[in-house]
Nanobody, 125 residues
């Protein structure tokens, strides 16, 4: 089992920045991938970026150029630097991890087995 704990959410005005952090504990040696997802009210949970089996990160168009994700495998942490935040970035942000090998070149949301409780990010205009 893996436990995930997010921190760093909050309220910020448009154009501001926030940095989210996630710490994994438990059986972390088995983790293949970690990622950030977000879910806005009334919408489906979506990934912030796609992680492939070579650890390459492809950001979704909505965050490309503004968000930077980084993982420290030695410390079992995952961070998300969010710059130039927009009101449409308002959502609950979740850290997720998986100890499963991907069915394709990258992991889909269904392949992430472990989830944190989430941290709220609110961006006002």
């Amino acid at each position: 089992q893996v436990q995930l704990m997010e921190s760093g959410g909050g309220s910020v005005q448009a154009g501001g920045s926030l940095r989210l952090s996630c710490v994994a504990s438990g059986h972390t040696a088995g983790i293949y991938a970690m990622n950030w997802f977000r879910q806005a009210p009334g919408k489906e949970r979506e990934e912030v970026a796609i992680i492939d089996s070579e650890d390459r990160i492809t950001y979704t168009d909505s965050v490309k150029g503004r968000f930077i994700m980084s993982r420290d495998k030695a410390k079992n942490t995952l961070s998300l630097q969010m710059n130039n935040l927009k009101p449409e970035d308002t959502a609950m942000y979740y850290c997720a991890a998986t100890d499963l090998l991907p069915l394709t070149d990258s992991w889909s949301i269904r392949e992430y087995r472990y989830w944190g409780q989430g941290t709220q990010v609110t961006v006002s205009s």
